[in-house]
């Protein structure tokens, strides 16, 4: 890795420049495992980079379980039943290579996790356990407590670490270099001085998380999840697919929104793993309502199916005080869910409410992008030297993602991303003239103009704008009047964003006013496909259109037009391998009933 101070000249702000073989942009679990699988086979001049701190990613909030048919207790299970439950669960809309590319490998992923010291909880002959999660035919999530997410980084980090792998902390990138056809690297900045940064690279890998947070009501960290992976590539050129697959998870914590202490907690994630260790849901007037909705499956039907339910009560009026239900797993002992549950347990403790004595309440949020940027076999875009894994792209969940997925995801496509890369990458590249001319200096120029600039509106108030916009035009329940009417509005807060008042680079109004830009991209990108999809499938339910329809059983994609729009197309989905059709033949199911 090389590095040097540019001022070009009066006319083009100053910026550093570094030159890299490999550039990761994210540092989660996909971002570390692909920058392990290079380093393993000795690509040396790899930098991983993310917005925030060392070992601080996303990814540490994930926090049931990661799946993979280990067997652990259930040895008829495999990773073709494993690729079953996923095609059905995202409604046959998944592309079929890639979660076999998954499923797959994930028994040897785990296996290799473990090797590397994950603090995974064990059954008593000190095998990962592993526990059901919705949907799932088999326990096949295996965890570590309820913070599987922190202790997979922190395995992942400690191994990048051994290999040295260079890594930058707090820089966001902004704009990828790229002529449509071919990426030659990024442009971005140093979020702590302030600095503009231009990134030379032979290769680039998007890992740069979802964009569940362009909703108000979402389980994501605050600030992170704004679709800043698909924005920069559809930016770049490179195809969106599945945009209007919007997972909501069913059981976010409803608060008292007027109680200061509660309030930050709107929205935050209560884990399936909750109901994965028996908890139970109740509505106000004390009924076990899923018992009508899914008699077989109950609270561990797909999530998708739960949220529908649980909205569905609150709308009916047997919604509880602070618009939600209940959720019960006070029948377990407290030794039991503090130990299965730590994270969880510690949570509501600390806001005066024990789990093992009574019930918590949960309303449906925003939790998972299952659309993002389409890929090719080994993470490929449509621009070449861009990549994009984990959940930055496409195709692995479908209509819907199994809880335990995404993490599987995050692995699994780093390691198969970083061997195909590592094998095509020779060197830094230069950035050619004409990009430089055309896309890297009008852009920095365009940061140095966004700093500092006065204006109307605060990007905070703006963002909130569109959030609301977002649950209320394109949440769990959709029509068409309003998804155009969401188009409208869209609009006016895009307009609204041209007159933005920001602070200086290293302001976190700065940083806002660049996720507005990733946020709007990510916004209309799910609007105009979601009025696109003219039917209900999985996460995506319109109330003008309730049943699915054969004909739309393909990919809704994304590409920018030539004058810069959004040009909507649909593809063909492929037909999975033979043994993975005989898995779904065999129609297996999770009995619901051993639970009990
Ligand atoms: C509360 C919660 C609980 C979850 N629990 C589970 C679970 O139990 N099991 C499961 O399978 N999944 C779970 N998920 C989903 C899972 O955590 C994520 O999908 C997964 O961790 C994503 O990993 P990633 O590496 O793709 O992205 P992330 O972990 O989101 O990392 C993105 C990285 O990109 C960086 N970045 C982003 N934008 C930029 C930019 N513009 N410039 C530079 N860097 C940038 C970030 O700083 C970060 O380093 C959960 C999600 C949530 C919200």
């Known amino acids: 890795m090389a590095g040097a101070e540019r001022a070009e000249n009066d006319s083009v702000p100053a910026y550093n420049e570094v030159d890299v073989s490999v550039l990761v942009i994210g540092a989660g679990g996909a971002g570390a495992r692909t920058a392990i699988e290079l380093a393993e086979r000795g690509v040396d001049d790899t930098l991983v980079l993310g917005k ?18 280990l ?3 259930d040895p008829e299970d495999s990773w073709e039943i494993h690729a079953a439950d996923t095609l059905n669960e995202g409604h046959f809309v998944n592309d079929p290579e890639k979660v076999e590319t998954v499923t797959k490998q994930m028994p040897d992923r785990l296996r290799e996790l473990d090797d590397w010291g994950m603090d995974f909880s064990r059954t008593e002959d000190g095998e990962p356990d ?11 999530t295996a965890f570590a407590g309820d913070y599987t997410g922190e202790a997979l980084l922190n395995t992942l980090v400690e191994k990048a670490q051994e290999y040295e792998v260079p890594y930058q902390e707090n820089v966001m990138i902004t704009k990828l270099l790229s002529d449509g056809e071919r990426c030659h690297g990024a442009v971005g900045f140093d979020m702590d001085t302030g600095e503009f940064m231009l990134f030379n690279a032979g290769a680039v890998v998007l890992a740069a998380g979802g964009h569940a947070a362009v909703y108000n009501r979402h389980t994501s960290r605050d600030d992170e999840n704004n ?15 599945d945009m209007e697959f919007v997972q909501f998870h069913p059981t976010g914590m409803a608060v008292d929104e007027d109680d200061p202490e509660w309030e930050p907690w709107s929205g935050r994630l209560v884990t399936e793993a909750v109901r994965g260790e028996g908890g139970r849901l109740f509505n106000s007037e004390g009924e076990r309502f899923m018992e009508r909705y899914s008699p077989d499956q109950m609270e561990l039907d797909a999530r998708d199916i739960v949220a529908r339910a649980i909205a569905e009560e609150i709308a009916e009026g047997r919604g509880t005080e602070n618009g939600g239900v209940y959720l019960d797993i006070s029948h377990r002992e407290q030794e039991f869910i503090q130990d299965r549950l730590p994270r969880m347990y510690e949570r509501f403790s600390n806001l005066g409410v024990d789990m093992a004595e009574e019930a918590v309440e949960v309303a449906p949020t925003s939790h998972y992008g299952m659309g993002g940027v389409r890929v090719e076999k080994d993470g490929e875009t449509s621009v070449d030297n861009l990549y994009a894994i984990g959940e930055t792209m496409a195709g692995v969940h479908g209509a819907n993602r199994l809880g335990g997925n995404s993490l599987a995801e995050t692995v699994a496509y780093g390691a198969v991303t970083g061997a195909a890369v590592a094998e095509r990458v020779d060197g830094p590249g230069t950035i050619p003239e004409d990009t430089h001319t055309s896309v890297a200096k009008p852009h920095l120029h365009g940061l140095q103009a966004t700093a500092n600039r006065d204006g109307e509106y605060e990007p905070e108030s703006l963002m909130t704008e569109l959030r609301d916009l977002m649950w209320e035009h394109a949440g769990i329940l959709r029509k068409e009047s309003s998804l155009r009417a969401g188009l409208d509005k869209l609009d006016d807060v895009r307009r609204k964003a041209q007159q933005m008042r920001v602070g200086d680079a290293q302001s976190q109004s700065f940083e806002f006013a660049i996720d507005m830009g990733f946020m709007l991209t990510a916004s209309e990108a799910i609007l105009r496909s979601a009025l696109e999809r003219t039917e209900s499938r999985g996460a995506h339910y319109r109330t003008d ?3 699915k329809d054969k004909q739309l059983q393909c990919n809704i994609c994304i590409e920018q037009s030539d004058l810069g729009g959004m040009v909507l197309s649909t593809e063909p989905v492929d037909e999975p391998s033979e043994s993975v059709r005989a898995a779904v033949n065999e129609g297996h199911e999770l009995d619901y009933h051993q639970l009990e």
């Open 52 to 69: 925030r701190n060392h070992g601080d990613a996303h990814t540490t909030w994930a926090r049931g379980g990661i799946n993979g048919a």
């Open 227 to 241: 679709g800043d992976g698909a924005a920069l590539a559809h930016d770049a050129g490179a195809e969106l697919m």
């Open 545 to 547: 259109h309730t049943e």
């Open 130 to 140: 592993q526990r059901f999660f919705g949907a799932q035919s088999f326990r096949r």
């Open 71 to 73: 067997g652990t207790h």
